[in-house]
Each structure stands twice: as C-alpha cells, then as structure tokens.
DNA sequence: GCGTTGTTTTAGGCTAGACTAAACTCTGGT
DNA sequence: ACCAGAGTTTAGTCTAGCCTAAAACAACGC
C-alpha cells in the first residue's frame, strides 16, 4: 500500500506526471516548431483555444521547468525533455486512434476527440499492451507516423494532392485527423490511406481538381487537396502514359 | 463559444458534464450510503484521501446543484440525480476493469488504478463499445455487479466467507478490487469469483480458516475472509441443474 | 526616422479544488 | 446533567489555469 503525501515534492524517479494542459501545450507547440520552425504565443493560442496572455503564462511556467526556451516577443522552442514528452503523447493519441478504429471498429472521423482524452488519462503499460495487440504498427489510421516508445520518429515530408501534376499518379499517404466532415468525405470517396489517386484534371485559378480513385471520378476543391498528403505510387503495372506534362511538380 | 454562467442552477439540457473530482465524490458518496445508509463526512474524506473540511466545501457545493442533500453533522444522501451519476460513473469503471482483463490481458489486481483514471475520460460511445465485445457482461472481474446503461443494478447482498459454518461448502462471488496485494494472493490461491471454496476448519478467537479450493488447502486469516463474499454452492456436487437468474433486483 | 499596426506581455481577477487552524456541535461517560 | 473528545464546519490561504484590459514592443510603410 503505497502511502499518499501528495502535497510532497515527488521523489522525481520518472513520474513527473505532467497535468492536461501542460501536455496539451507541449503537442502544439511540438506541431507547430515542426511546421513552421518556431511557435507564436498567438499561434498556440489560436490552437489551443485560449487567449494568448494565458499562453505566455504558460510558456514562462513551463520555460522555468526546463520544457521550453523562450526569448520574449520570439517565440519558444522545446528543450530535449519538452519534445521527449510531447513525443510521449502523440505516441499515445495515434496508437489510440488505431485501437479504436480498428479494434473498436470506430469511424476514423470520430477518434481524434476519443483520443485527445483519453491519451491524458492511459498508463504507459495499457498503451503499450494495445501498440502489441495491433502488431505495433508504424503509422494511425490517417496516416500519421507512430513515434517510438525511445522518442524517434519518422520525418519524412510528402507532396500535398495539391502539387500533383495533371496525369501523374500517387499513393494517398496522409491526412489531419482534425477535421471530421473532411475525413467522413474522403472515406466517401475512398481517398484513404494506401489508396492509389491519379489526378484527371485541373481547372485554372485554384479551381477544383479531377480525381480518379479506383472506378469513381471524384472532383474536389483546391482546400481538400492541399490537406492530403501523398507519395510517389509504386512503379505501375501498365502505362499510364502521361504524355501532357506542361507544368513542373514540386 | 457557448455562454458562460457556471455558477447557477442550470437548465440541465443533457450534457452537465461532471469534473473528475465531483465524479469521484459522487462515487465515494454512493458507496458509503449503500453500505452505512449514509455517508459522514470524515468517512468521504477518507475514501478520498482529502481533509475533512474539503470534503464540507464539495459537499455544500454539490448540494446547490441538487446532487445529494445535506443535513449538517448528520451526512449526506444522494438524490436521484446525484445517484444516477454516481452509477453512471461505477458502470464504466466496472466495464473498463473487464475489457481492461478479459481483452487486453491486463492481471486482475491492476486494473483498478487503470479504471480509475480512463472512467472520467471515456465517451459513452467508448464504454457502449466496449460492453458489447465482452457481450455485455453482467459483472465485473472481482464479482461487482455492472450497472446497466439505465441505471439499475443487482444490489443483493451476500454472506462473507469467514461466516460459513465449518464443513460448509460455498462458490466465492466477489471481493473488493482496490487491494493489489489481496488480489494477488486471492489468485495464487485459485480464489477467484466462480470458484468453488469449502471450510474446512476454523481456529478459535478469529483465528485462520482453514479452507479446500480445488485440490489445494489454504489457510487464510480472518481479515481476509471477512472480505470475501461468497454465495450458497449449487445444492449438490453433481447434476448442476439449470439456474439463469442473475439479475434480481431488489 | 517616425508613427501606425498588430503581436506580445503585464496587471489584475476569477473559479475549482485543495489545505490549515480555529470554532462549533453532537454525544457518551460519569 | 454536564463536559470532554471526536467529528464537523467556518475562515482564511494557496495553486493551476483561465480571463480581460491595458501597456510594451517590433516592424513595416512612407
């Protein structure tokens, strides 16, 4: 029976038992650093969803306990130990995705929320124990890479939909889990993870794009395309012969 | 942005939305009253691990919101709503514990901890899931009856092993799962709900029983066997007639 | 080089939930 | 019938995390 002091400074073994919103800001902030190279005070907040004085209260707490360095009106950047523990919880997040969508048979639009909780709340070992169940996969079920229990994870960066050229095919890799409309659409369309999608066509201006995913045809605007993610799909089997290349990929 | 005006009686929609610790209460709470037809202050704040006067402050609290009423230094009783919640909170408890063990293999003695944290973060949604691939079960790995999603539950009460008669023969049924090192004994024991247990003997003055589970003899002592409920075993040995009830209530 | 604009920080408050210390109330023993 | 001790409540603080309003700052256009 292990005696309860709470109000004691811990023994600090490997428990620094880190509160919701501490690690709520360090997941942002971590996604942020990674997009944009450092994160705004106002970019958290737009994140996060509170006022930006409370994130520059935040940032100076956890900059004080070792997680962030901040330089006033610069931004912030995570030290070694706030990226370590922002690793931790993503980790957590995707392998929750991946449980509950397929073990648990939810819809992959629904599981974000599920997870933003519960990643919170689960111990190290019932993540562990559900990673194994799954055959410790690599990446959830938007496509997003697992980090590794050591903190390591895949960093490679993909081609937006978007930057297809016309006629070229590509693998469909990965998208946001952020968005629930967006994500019940693509599985309308079947433009999931795995999915082979050839772009048919592009109206000028930023206009709609036409897909052909499997037998259908689907035509999506400039927004969705730009959030999907893809790769270079495996040497084909047949010629698709792309004989109209006017414009540059990249 | 809803509006905000958390501090008066609400209109109650359907999403009141209880924190961590007012679950947590709410549960202590209900606990107490079924076993002491009331629930005493210091008795909560034990259960809780808090001080007393926390326990008073919540208590007034809770009581503006019309969850349990309070007569001062007499205790507390729930209301309909306070007990409803409470249920609420011990079904998902109880059916995380069982998918925790019966699915994810986790061993009997450590879900509780687990339970206690992820039954504040789980979605309704989540918990259904769950129920429904362990066919929903109608209690839990310790023997603790489930309370259905409508709020009712088998509230029989059984006898304690250390209250059978010498010679007598019994199937244990239930024991508290907030004691690790109990468990864990209980199991190397092969004392487990379902199991079929005899009294053997009885040493005078509380002293250790001396019991037959399987083909072992254990002796156990008194405290131990004050913790174990037990019920009547199928009248004889052999011809185990078809007995289906299991849910009476009241 | 100076002011305007937008971002960031400071200052001051609020709530939930916990604490300690002190005051109060109930009850049981003589 | 009283009064001492146990149990309970009040009073006053504390911390985490959020807020708004106002001040400070950076940076860009002219």
Redesign the interface.
């Known amino acids: 029976?292990p005696s309860?002091k709470?109000s004691e400074p811990q023994p600090q073994a490997s428990a620094p038992s880190l509160t919701e919103p501490v690690e709520d800001y360090l997941k942002a902030i971590y996604e942020l650093e990674r997009r944009n190279g450092a994160a705004a005070t106002s970019e958290v907040a737009v994140a996060l969803d509170v006022a930006p004085a409370s994130v520059t209260g935040m940032i100076r707490r956890l900059a004080g306990q070792g997680y962030l360095t901040h330089v006033p009106y610069r931004g912030v950047q995570l030290t070694d130990a706030g990226r370590r523990a922002a690793l931790r919880t993503i980790r957590r997040h995707r392998i929750l995705e991946s449980y509950?969508t397929r073990v648990?048979?939810?819809p992959w639009d629904?599981v974000h929320?599920?997870a933003e909780?519960?990643e919170?709340?689960?111990?190290d070992?019932?993540i562990e124990?559900?990673a194994a169940?799954l055959g410790n996969p690599t990446s959830d079920p938007h496509g997003a890479p697992i980090p590794t229990a050591e903190g390591t994870v895949d960093q490679r960066a993909y081609r937006r939909l978007a930057d297809l050229a016309v006629g070229e095919r590509a693998t469909m890799v990965q998208v946001s889990d952020k968005n629930p409309q967006l994500l019940r659409y693509l599985a309308e369309i079947a433009l999931q993870p795995g999915a082979e999608v050839t772009l048919l066509a592009r109206a000028p201006f930023d206009g709609p794009l036409t897909l052909r995913v499997g037998e259908a045809e689907p035509i999506v605007g400039a927004t969705l395309a730009e959030q999907v993610l893809v790769e270079d799909a495996p040497s084909e089997p047949v010629a698709a012969a792309p004989r109209k290349s006017r414009s540059g990929s990249r």
Chains 1, 2 share one sequence.
């Not at 919170?120 to 111990?123: E, I, P, T």
């Open positions: 029976m309860r709470p509950l648990l048979g939810f629904s929320a599920e909780r519960l919170h709340a689960a111990s070992e019932l124990r559900m169940a």
